[in-house]
């Protein structure tokens, strides 16, 4: 079995088809070997409770199908996520699995209308999610275990990012979903393990690989030819989302006076959720975090953006 004829689906998402999936399920085996589970439109429900206790957690489409499916996962998960009588619990479930094909997707076909829109839908319904929830912190801590550490990061910092654009005159809804899309992106070409040695060692680049080291890079050169799928602003926050005030960023290392505004939202909101993760969000350190920013961005557009974090804070 070629991983490059597979795209892998979580069994979660399968799941939301009810009785019968529109396109044959493989599993891997080991030796690369790859078994079909399901022909399409099976009775499915049995089939995937007996390996859900094996504890298979993903399965397999071909690609061809994988794009087809694409298209048709979004729908479903919208409704599934706008729907008020699904649980929380099982709407950030559904979230991270649709996350996950975002990414699967993303990676394996680019920016395409359909691959976008999907990450757009988890876009939305990330910060829906997020803002209808009374304790932002509470609601992150209990499900942070479901939603994986990737996906809460990203979550905390849109929600961040959100509250700082609406202090700006200039706010609308789709300058937000312009710079909260380019920040969803910024590391959807990592896999876990990428994502997860990118944060331990954000502020000690010297230790990180090359692929995490330039995937701001990497991430840029392959959507940047998205023929106007994504906007300018987009694609900037995704080239310079690990610059630095003093120019000790990664991968280009340029002078932080010629960042511009909507990358340092991004760079600023991602530091604090930093911080913020590092004391367990205990609000009594909130102003020893504020001193620590405010020596950090005094530079050009970082001392705008950390200002409009300020008044978002209170
Ligand atoms: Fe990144």
Known sequence: MSDRNFCEIPIKIIKLYGKSFPFAIYLK???????????????????FSRYEKKGVTGV?????????????????????????????????????????VAKEGLKNFGIKPETIKLAKVVNESALNTIEETPNVYKFLEQFKDKCGKELYTIMLINFVISGMVDTFEWSS????EKITIGSLLCDVLLDENDFNEL????????????????????????FSNSTGALSKETLEIIKFHHEKPCGGGFPYSIPGKNISLFPAIRIVADRFVSLLISENFDMNKRNNIIKTLDNEFQVANFKTAFSSLKTMLG
Not at 66 to 81: E, G, T, V
Not at 173 to 176: D, S, V
């Open 173 to 176: 809804p789709a300058l937000k």
């Open 60 to 100: 397999y489409v071909l690609k061809d199908d994988f794009a087809k499916f694409i298209k048709d996962i979004k729908n479903k998960s919208k409704k599934a996520l706008l729907d008020p009588s699904t649980l929380e619990e099982d709407k950030v479930k559904i979230l991270a699995d649709t996350y996950r």
């Open 29 to 47: 085996l080991s030796g690369g070997k790859a078994v079909k589970l399901t022909n399409e439109n099976e009775d499915l429900v049995e089939i």
């Open 199 to 222: 944060r331990e060692n954000i502020e000690t680049p010297e230790h990180l690989s090359m692929k995490a080291k330039n995937h701001p890079m990497d991430t840029y050169e392959k």
